[in-house]
């Protein structure tokens, strides 16, 4: 693109637009490639190639828009692809670079959210079932990322997520104690008030909240 002058305002904003709009399609193609992926047997050759090609587009996108929200966009999924690699350190590595980034425009800040939906999703799954970690990663999205009462698609999924992890972790913990009743006891509560919050607002998780607290 050619210099400008930056006190022409109209011309900065079509220079900005123009770099949005050509972002959103590199990206867009870097998402057919992950798609792509799908289309084979889970673990196989050709799946195992598209899924590391959609990462590496998704790499080389965030590094050309490193100053725009969307570059970061394109850091979570390069995460997602290394998650369907079976590569979970690589994956909770990037997206503890996203979360613990900070917001430098307003719209950053449910990238972070969606990394934490991501990170806690990577830490629940059958392969890793690190339950201790993805509370501490809601922990830390709760202090430093969340915003009181926040109820988007994303804050959404994080409680649900994370009352999926209290309540896994409170049942994988030995009770021989008073002190560690008590400490099962609090994760179970905890559980409670996630999934409680969850079935207050319309979302993919209102219902199975539901079924939770039935459970």
């Not at 673990?43 to 965030?62: H, I, T």
């Not at 390069?78 to 909770?92: P, T």
């Not at 698609?153 to 030995?174: N, P, V």
């Amino acid at each position: 693109l050619h210099q400008i002058d930056p006190n022409d305002t109209q011309k900065v904003n079509q220079r900005n637009q123009l770099r949005s709009d050509i972002m959103q399609v590199r990206l867009a193609l870097a998402t057919v490639v992950y798609e792509g992926a799908k289309t084979y047997e889970p673990g196989s050759k050709d799946n195992k190639e598209k899924l590391e090609e959609a990462a590496k587009k998704f790499a080389e996108y965030q590094k050309k828009y490193s100053r725009w929200v969307g570059g970061y966009y394109a850091r979570v999924n390069e995460a997602r692809c290394y998650q369907e690699l079976g590569d979970y350190n690589k994956a909770f590595d990037i997206l503890n670079e996203v979360i613990n980034k900070k917001e430098f425009e307003e719209g950053f800040h449910r990238v972070r959210s969606a990394a934490t939906v991501l990170a806690i999703q990577v830490a629940e799954s059958p392969q890793v079932k690190k339950y201790k970690e993805a509370l501490d990663i809601f922990y830390n999205w709760e202090k430093n990322v969340a915003k009181r009462g926040e109820s988007t698609d994303e804050a959404l999924a994080i409680k649900y997520l994370s009352g999926e992890a209290a309540l896994e972790y409170a049942r994988s913990l030995k009770v021989d104690s008073l002190e560690s009743l008590k400490e099962r006891n609090r994760y179970l509560q905890l559980a409670k008030d996630l999934f409680t919050f969850t079935t207050r607002f319309s979302s993919e998780y209102r219902r199975k909240a539901r079924l939770k607290l039935a459970d």
